[in-house]
């Protein structure tokens, strides 16, 4: 009797597998997608959400970036400022008034015309104390947004934002703020639609439902259409977004892509015409024998070790030096690395539109040890033991193992590894719990000063212990107030020899990203902040 | 019977009552807070944060509002997805995880007994080294190689099948069915064997053989019955175990089920999310855990003859 049930389980689960069983021969979706216009997207993560003055991560950048538009946008070859809904704008001479002129035709996804109204309604949410925005210090160039976003001050109309009429925006800036145009194409400072947030609840409740499937209304180049979460999401061309004739693209999908290897696997299956990351082990393959659908571009990020400067005998300048100098990173890059990251001795990545970053220090292992010694360490003779705190990831150990060796060999230094998981690190690091930690950055802007603000006095990224009355007098008050642009890089440049000088980090690489791209994808060019513009990117299918 | 079933719901109580406290406290304890990020937040920013999601409040006041939601089934906002509930979150994982799981389960059955009654019927043979071998390799083996290596050689190199996903492709719940099948197949296959090897000397089935019946209606009808019952009572929490998903399997082939949230939820300190999946899973436990009892109970007329005691 069981044994014939059991059949009748076997015989089912045959035909089930026969049934889905099927072949891959027909076209791959990558094929499908370049006939009609549909682009897969390896995007890493599932968005935490859609709501712009809530997330904070690159998959979210990804996806706001195609349904919502700022008053400006970006051109993706050189980084320059486009019109968004601002058709054009005017600034002041003295750098700190803007005058937005929006476009009559920009249009929400559900036919309400875009206006002035609209952004100074957003950015008062954006910057709103309650709301709790982690990106709300985008808004800190405008006049008094810092205070109001404090809830020092509750009046709003203080803020310098006025709306002059249905199309004219017009912002005041606290210092002339020459990247400020830059910070309107960031999703922080994105329009949302105010009729739909108040009709979920109040606008400063992070928790209602407004930007969930179904419910939210944008203003970009495409609209929402379909959300499965850990799956895809899925957005799709707007008919009514104002520029619509030139969108070529006619849908995108977006993938969690989290583990890497999958999503590698997910391209060579034909399944994605972008991934995220390249395995690392892979690297040297897909760059030798598919050059053509590689990418690795130098990226605005540092990777860096940060020193406790609070705790012996690292208050010491000679030691930090001598660590710093102890340190061949052109090696550890070749070797272990495999050439994906690059060489950096500062903060700022080179090649921030021009800015080009001082050079203070090399390796030099006999000027290190020199140096040590003068610090009361000969030969590293009762140098205490100390750590090196970095967070669980097999690169990062790699990385520190290396440094390990050439602390030993060429300083006669133990320190020991210790690596945490993500959220543990972090509350070691925001405690100032290390000795040496491992730390990176990204830029939020292209300017050398989304990098160095992160060392003002008690500056909440600083968590060094690092202190310098002049430094803090360039980023906070001569810089921002410099309308030249060479002269401003010269103060930058004076900051961070400064900070090098006195070293409470140790900057070792600068990042470089790493994309599979299919050869059919046009329009997505390399860019130091690997940003992209859906409106130039389209798909042309082999012959 | 009945007094049994009312019993062990009344025991599962308590239980499942530490395990919420113990999780509440213990997530709560860990370094590192849901808020924590790379990039420092103002404290107007993270003061906010925290009313919002009543972490200003003491310690039992959150525990004690967290079990009152909870007694009328809202297991919360989910920390790390603003504006979505545990609830919804975790219902919108479980049918496909248990899809997978159901796939896996009848996979694990079909080939598991089969392998394990046919080992057993020749015992220290090759009919018994063979698929108990395979079966041992099977165990030994992570889903995190068998996934891909079964992709490597039909997504890739053969060709015939998708490489991941759910139901957005053709044959794309093959592969991940059958990997998280193979573990679960040969845990049966050796428990059916050793089953089937007790059953098999007992003096009612060479009163069955004596009279004539033939091996195969044996075997079928007298020897399975009891020989498969180790396999029931690994059911139970075999199946609750599958339902909880599997954060291996589902990463490996890109499925949208419970496994990647339960994992996804402790990395990003979503209290809430932690809390839900933690108390459904063990639940989930609790449930099945019973009814592979009541169901090896009414399998086995000695225990059903206790409880009637």
Not at chain 1, 243 to 269: C, G, Q, S, W
Not at chain 2, 154 to 178: A, R, Y
């Amino acid at each position: 009797m069981l044994f014939t049930r059991a059949r009748l389980f076997a015989l089912s689960v045959t035909l089930l597998l026969a049934a889905c069983g099927g072949s891959s021969d027909s076209e791959t979706r990558v094929e499908v997608g370049n006939r009609e216009g549909v682009f897969h997207f390896g995007n890493h993560s599932e968005p935490q959400g859609l709501d712009p003055h809530i997330v904070t991560g690159v998959p979210e950048h990804h996806i706001l970036g195609a349904l919502f538009e700022g008053l400006v946008t970006k051109n993706p070859y050189d980084l320059s400022i486009e019109p968004g809904v601002a058709e054009s704008w005017e600034i002041s001479d003295d750098g700190k008034m803007y005058t937005f002129h929006l476009r009559d035709n920009a249009k929400w996804s559900n036919g309400d015309p875009v206006t002035a109204e609209d952004f100074r309604w957003s950015w008062q949410r954006g910057m709103s104390p309650i709301l709790g925005g982690e990106y709300s210090y985008m808004y800190n160039p405008i006049e008094n947004a810092e205070a109001y976003n404090s809830g020092q001050m509750a009046d709003f109309s203080q803020v310098g934002v006025k709306v002059l009429d249905d199309y004219t925006l017009q912002v005041k800036l606290a210092a002339p703020t020459p990247y400020f145009l830059q910070l309107l194409d960031h999703y922080s400072m994105f329009p949302v639609h105010r009729a739909t947030i108040e009709k979920f609840g109040s606008p400063d409740d992070r928790l209602t439902q407004w930007a969930q499937e179904g419910n939210i209304v944008t203003n970009g180049a495409f609209v929402l259409t379909e959300w499965q979460i850990n799956s895809h999401l899925r957005v799709e061309k707007s008919p009514l977004y104002w520029d619509a004739d030139e969108i070529k693209l006619n849908a995108i999908v977006f993938y969690p892509t989290e583990n890497l290897v999958t999503e590698e696997r997910m391209f060579r299956d034909g399944q994605l015409h972008r991934t995220e990351e390249i395995p690392l082990d892979k690297l040297i393959a897909y760059q030798t024998e598919q050059p053509e659908i590689t990418r690795v571009e130098p990226w605005i990020g540092s990777y860096f070790y940060m020193f406790n400067t609070t705790r012996e005998p690292l208050t010491d300048v000679r030691v930090r030096k001598a660590i710093a100098m102890a340190i061949d990173r052109e090696l550890i890059a070749e070797t272990v690395t495999q050439g994906l990251y690059i060489k950096s001795t500062a903060l700022v990545p080179p090649g921030t539109v021009g800015y080009n970053p001082p050079k203070t220090f090399d390796f030099n292992p006999e000027e290190a040890r020199q140096l040590l010694a003068e610090a009361g360490y000969p030969n590293g003779e009762g140098f205490p033991p100390m750590d090196i705190l970095y967070n669980t990831h097999e690169d990062h150990r790699k990385i520190a193992v290396a440094i390990q060796q050439m602390l030993a060999q060429n300083l006669n230094i133990q320190v020991n590894l210790v690596n945490q998981e993500w959220k543990v690190y972090l509350d070691s690091h925001n405690n100032m719990n290390y000795d040496i930690a491992r730390r990176g950055w990204i830029g939020d802007y292209v300017d050398p000063y989304t990098f160095l603000n992160m060392y003002i006095t008690d500056g909440g990224n600083n968590k060094t212990g690092f202190s310098n009355a002049r430094y803090d007098d360039i980023i906070l008050n001569l810089a921002p107030a410099e309308l030249d642009r060479d002269k401003r890089y010269a103060l930058y440049h004076e900051a961070e020899t400064i900070l090098l000088e006195n070293m409470p980090i140790l900057p070792i690489f600068t990042y470089q990203y790493k994309h599979l791209f299919a050869t059919s994808v046009k329009g997505m060019p390399d860019n130091i902040m690997g940003y992209y513009n859906y409106k130039y990117v389209y798909l042309e299918p082999e012959a | 019977m009945w007094r049994f079933i009312g019993f062990r719901i009344l025991q599962a109580i308590p239980v499942i009552l530490a395990v919420i406290t113990v999780t509440f406290f213990l997530v709560r304890a860990a370094p590192g807070g849901p808020f924590d990020s790379e990039k420092a937040v103002s404290e107007q920013v993270k003061a906010a944060l925290e009313a919002r999601y009543r972490l200003d409040q003491p310690m039992y006041e959150q525990y004690l509002s967290y079990l009152g939601d909870l007694l009328q089934g809202d297991m919360g906002p989910s920390f790390y997805y603003p504006g979505r509930s545990v609830n919804d979150l975790i219902f919108q994982g479980l049918p496909i995880t248990a899809e997978l799981g159901l796939y896996a389960l009848l996979i694990a059955l079909i080939i598991g007994c089969a392998a394990g009654v046919f080992a057993a019927l020749k015992p220290n043979t090759v009919q018994d080294y063979l698929p108990m071998s395979v079966a041992m390799i099977g165990i030994c083996m992570p889903s995190f190689l068998l996934g891909p290596l079964l992709v490597l050689i039909f997504g890739i190199w053969l060709d015939v099948m998708p490489v991941s996903g759910w139901g957005q492709t053709m044959g794309d719940k093959v592969l991940p069915s059958i990997t998280l099948g193979a573990m679960y197949a040969a845990y049966i296959a050796r428990l059916s064997r050793s089953g089937m090897l007790e059953v098999m000397n007992q003096d009612y089935l060479r009163t069955a053989r004596a009279k004539g019946l033939p091996e195969r209606t044996v075997v079928l009808r007298h020897a399975l019955r009891g020989g498969l019952l180790p396999v029931i009572s690994f059911l139970g929490p075999a199946f609750a175990a599958l339902l909880s998903g599997s954060f291996v399997v589902e990463t490996v082939f890109q499925i949208p089920g419970l496994g990647r949230f339960y994992i996804q939820a402790a990395f990003n300190r979503d209290y809430t999310m932690i809390l839900g999946t933690t108390v459904f899973l063990s639940t989930l436990i609790v449930i099945f855990n019973l009814l592979s009892d009541i169901v090896a109970a009414w399998l086995n007329p000695r225990l059903r003859y206790q409880f009637r005691q």
